[in-house]
Every structure is written in structure tokens, then in C-alpha cells.
């Protein structure tokens, strides 16, 4: 058993990030090996996302925490580096200096309506 786990469901396991970018960052993890989302079993992901609120509920409870980023990084083109699929539970308070909104407007586009309506005819075919 890894000495920081914080909770587990018999499909699911959490555990405090060794590299975190908040205290309280943590990892949920499916049980079964799992590469990334394109690979997991539905029940699988359903176990994650299940044990995920209950790592957020925890994580308020102990840190006084107001809200959270969730991040999945799947396949190469996502920059993951872990090969088994893990879901980040980054927990936050308002003013915590971690900036994502203001990371996330410097690579933001503003596509054409019309080239986003392109888009969704061809996603959803």
C-alpha cells in the first residue's frame, strides 16, 4: 500500500501527487491497467470519476479547499508521461497564485462560427 493514499473503491485507488501542484494535488487511478481513455472499460472511468468526488469531498473537508481543476492528460499528443491513465485533482482556494485562466487565454484562438459548425458536422459523423 503507498503510504500517501487518501482513499479506494475496489475499481479505483487515489494518492497524493509526489510533484503537486497544490497541496492536497492528488492522483485517481483505475485499478487495471488502463493506457489512457481511448483504452478504458466504461466501468472503469465510471470508478475514477465516482472515487474523484469523494477525493474532492475529502479534500474541502481536510484543507478548507473552495474548488478544484481536474486534469487528464491521454495518448502522446496530450503530453502524458505516466502510461497508465491518471485523472489530477488539483484542489484550489480563490487568489492561490496558481494561474491557469491566465495561462489558458495566451493559447486560446477564436475560431469563425462557421469553421466551428465545420467542425461539429465532421465530429459528428
Known amino acids: 500500500m503507498v503510504p500517501y493514499w487518501i482513499a479506494e473503491t475496489e475499481r479505483a485507488f487515489a494518492f497524493l501527487d509526489i510533484r503537486p501542484l497544490r497541496p492536497g ?3 485517481v487511478i483505475p485499478k487495471a491497467h488502463t493506457l489512457d481513455l481511448a483504452s478504458i ?8 470519476c465516482e472515487l474523484t468526488t469523494e477525493v474532492q469531498r475529502r479534500l474541502r ?3 478548507g479547499t473552495t474548488g478544484e481543476n481536474l486534469l487528464v492528460a491521454s ?23 496558481l494561474r491557469l485562466t491566465e495561462w489558458w487565454e495566451t493559447k486560446a484562438s477564436t475560431p469563425a462560427r462557421d469553421d466551428l459548425v465545420r467542425l461539429a458536422e465532421r465530429v459528428r459523423r
Open 75 to 97: 495518448g502522446p499528443g496530450s503530453e502524458q508521461s505516466v502510461f497508465h491513465l491518471h485523472l489530477h485533482v488539483i484542489p484550489r482556494v480563490q487568489d492561490d497564485g
Open 61 to 63: 473537508q481536510a484543507l
Open 41 to 48: 472499460a466504461p466501468e472503469d472511468w465510471r470508478a475514477v
Open 25 to 27: 494535488h492528488a492522483l
